[in-house]
C-alpha cells in the first residue's frame, strides 16, 4: 500500500521554528521528486517546496524562500521541512506529495 505520513506539526510563535516529517512505504521512495504543499482555511492548496529524487535540486515558492528548507533521507523513505522564521500567515494543513498525498499535519502560527 502506497502511504505517505506526515508528523511534527503544531503551535508556535511567531519566529519560532518547527521541523515537518514524512515517512514513505510501499513505493521505490527514492525514485520519485517530493513536495511539500499546505491549505491554510478557506483557501487552495499551494505548493510551499520539492526536491528531487537525489536531492540535489530544490525549488521553493517565493513566501517560503530563505526561511524553509526541504531536505529527504532516501536511506530512511523520509522527506522533511524545516520550517524557520514562521510567520502567521504559514499557518496551514502541511501536506507531503509524491506518487499519492499524506494525511497532513496542522501547522499553527500565533502568540
Known amino acids: 500500500q502506497v502511504r505517505l505520513v506526515e508528523s511534527g506539526g503544531g503551535l508556535v510563535q511567531p519566529g519560532g521554528s518547527l521541523r515537518l516529517s514524512c515517512v514513505a512505504s510501499g513505493f521505490i521512495f527514492r525514485n520519485y521528486p517530493m513536495n511539500w504543499y499546505r491549505q491554510a482555511p478557506g483557501k487552495e492548496r499551494e505548493f510551499v517546496a520539492g526536491?528531487?529524487?537525489?536531492?540535489?535540486?530544490?525549488n521553493y515558492a517565493d513566501s517560503v524562500k530563505g526561511r524553509f528548507t526541504i531536505s529527504r533521507d532516501n536511506a530512511k523513505n523520509t522527506l522533511f521541512l524545516q520550517m524557520n522564521s514562521l510567520k502567521p500567515e504559514d499557518t496551514a494543513v502541511y501536506y507531503c506529495s509524491g506518487p499519492t498525498w499524506g494525511q497532513g499535519t496542522q501547522v499553527t502560527v500565533s502568540s
Open positions: 526536491i528531487s529524487v537525489g536531492g540535489r535540486t530544490t
